[in-house]
């Protein structure tokens, strides 16, 4: 099933506010990565963070928001624990 041009409206819009939200966290800086990085890092979380939630059956009762705030959620969780994995093999491979 295609999604619709709503859609993915919705989920680039949810992936750049994601992404600036743990851009800013992270680097502690306002641009964060980047518009195409806040971008790229947003929606690999919403994709991580929306399979988290469905897996684990998390609910937070927001969904009846067009661009819910459990999604900008999960995507940010998403979002910080993809930049943790990153984290994590990128000194693994200095200690190498």
């Known amino acids: 099933?295609?999604?619709?041009?709503?859609?993915?409206?919705?989920?680039?819009?949810?992936g750049a506010l994601a992404g600036s939200a743990t851009g800013m966290l992270v680097k502690r800086q306002r641009?964060?990565?980047g518009r195409l990085g806040?971008?790229?890092v947003g929606l690999s979380g919403a994709l991580i963070g929306g399979l988290l939630f469905k897996l684990f059956r998390i609910d937070l009762g927001?969904?009846?928001v067009?661009?819910?705030?459990?999604d900008l959620i999960a995507a940010?969780?998403?979002s910080l624990l993809l930049?943790?994995?990153?984290?994590?093999i990128?000194?693994?491979?200095?200690?190498?």
């Open 83 to 88: 930049l943790g994995v990153v984290r994590l």
């Open 38 to 40: 806040n971008l790229g």
């Open 62 to 64: 927001l969904a009846e």
């Open 1 to 14: 099933m295609a999604p619709t041009i709503g859609e993915l409206i919705v989920w680039l819009v949810v």
């Open 66 to 70: 067009s661009i819910s705030l459990e």
């Open 76 to 78: 940010l969780v998403g």
């Open 31 to 33: 641009e964060g990565f």
């Open 90 to 96: 990128r000194r693994a491979k200095e200690r190498r």
